[in-house]
C-alpha cells in the first residue's frame, strides 16, 4: 500500500518509488546527453550565464579581498544548481511528449501548476546557500583569523602551507558535505517533480509532495543516488577548470539527465 502524507485533514498518497542500479544512470546521462545534442545551441546560450557568473564572483573575490569566501561561492553552485536546472527541465519534459524544443521552451516552466511551490523551493535553496556562506567565513576566521589576507600568495600560503589551514579545509570540508547532501536528498526529485506537476493540487500540497518524495527516493537507493550524488561533484568539478567554461556542456547535461532520472525513479 501507497505511503501517505497528512496536510491538513486530508490523506495525499504519495507516487511510488521504484528501485534503480548503475544501469538506470548511465542511461539517464546518455538520454540527458540526447537532449543536450538536440539542441545545442539554445542549451548552450541558455547556459552562458553560469561560467560567466562564476568569473564575476571570482573577480569579486580577487578585487575586494573576499578570497575566503571564493571556494564557498564556487562550491555554493551546487547548491543552487537543482533551481538552475528547472528550464531544463521542462526541455526534456516536453522533448519526451514529442513537443518542439526550442530556447523559448526553457520558460514555458513560468506556466507549469507547481511554480508557487518552484519559487518557496528555491527561496528555501537560497537561504541556505547564505547560510552556508556565513558558516563558511566562520570556519575561516575560527582557524586563520578574521580579516582577509592581504594578497592572493598570502591566502594561498595559508591554507594550503599551515596545519590551521589544513585543518580549515578538513572542517569545511565535512560541514560543506553536509549542505551538500541535505540539499541533494531534498531537491533531486522534487524539482523536476514540480515540473511534471502531475502530483498535488494545492501550492503546499505539491511542495510537501516533492519533497517528501525527494527524501524517500534518495533513502531507499541509497547506493545509487550516492554515485549519482558523485557524478555531479565530479562533473561539476571538471567543469569548473577552465575558467569555468566547461559548464556549458556540463550543466545542461547533468540538467536533462536528472529529468530522466526523476522519471526512472518515480512511477
Known amino acids: 500500500m501507497a505511503e501517505q502524507l497528512a496536510i491538513g485533514r486530508d490523506w495525499v498518497a504519495y507516487p511510488a518509488i521504484r528501485r534503480i542500479g548503475l544501469a538506470d544512470l548511465r542511461a539517464a546521462l546518455a538520454a540527458g546527453y540526447a537532449d543536450f545534442a538536440a539542441n545545442r545551441t539554445d542549451v548552450v546560450f541558455l547556459c552562458l550565464l553560469y561560467p560567466v557568473l562564476g568569473l564575476v564572483l571570482s573577480r569579486l573575490a580577487v578585487g575586494y579581498q573576499v578570497l575566503p569566501l571564493l571556494f564557498p561561492l564556487a562550491a555554493g553552485f551546487a547548491l543552487l544548481g537543482p533551481v538552475a536546472g528547472t528550464g531544463l527541465y521542462e526541455m526534456s519534459r516536453q522533448r519526451a511528449a514529442g513537443h518542439a524544443v526550442s530556447f523559448h521552451t526553457a520558460f514555458d516552466v513560468l506556466r507549469r501548476p507547481g511554480l508557487g511551490a518552484i519559487v518557496l523551493l528555491g527561496l ?22 578574521a580579516g582577509a589576507p592581504l594578497s592572493p600568495g598570502d591566502f594561498l600560503h595559508a591554507v594550503f602551507a599551515t596545519a590551521a589551514g589544513w585543518r580549515m579545509i578538513i572542517v569545511g570540508d565535512a560541514v560543506g558535505l553536509l549542505f551538500a547532501l541535505l540539499v541533494f536528498a531534498v531537491g533531486v526529485v522534487s524539482f523536476p517533480m514540480l515540473i511534471d506537476g502531475r502530483h498535488g493540487s494545492t501550492t503546499g500540497e505539491r511542495l510537501s509532495l516533492a519533497v517528501g518524495t525527494s527524501l524517500r527516493a534518495v533513502a531507499a537507493n541509497r547506493l545509487p543516488m550516492l554515485a549519482w550524488g558523485l557524478i555531479v561533484v565530479a562533473a561539476l568539478v571538471l567543469g569548473s577548470l577552465l575558467l569555468f567554461v566547461g559548464l556549458i556542456v556540463v550543466l545542461p547535461v547533468l540538467g536533462h539527465a536528472t529529468w530522466h532520472l526523476y522519471r526512472r525513479i518515480v512511477a
Open 124 to 145: 528555501l535553496l537560497a537561504a541556505l546557500f547564505l547560510v552556508w556562506l556565513q558558516v563558511a567565513l566562520a570556519i575561516y576566521e575560527t582557524f586563520l583569523g
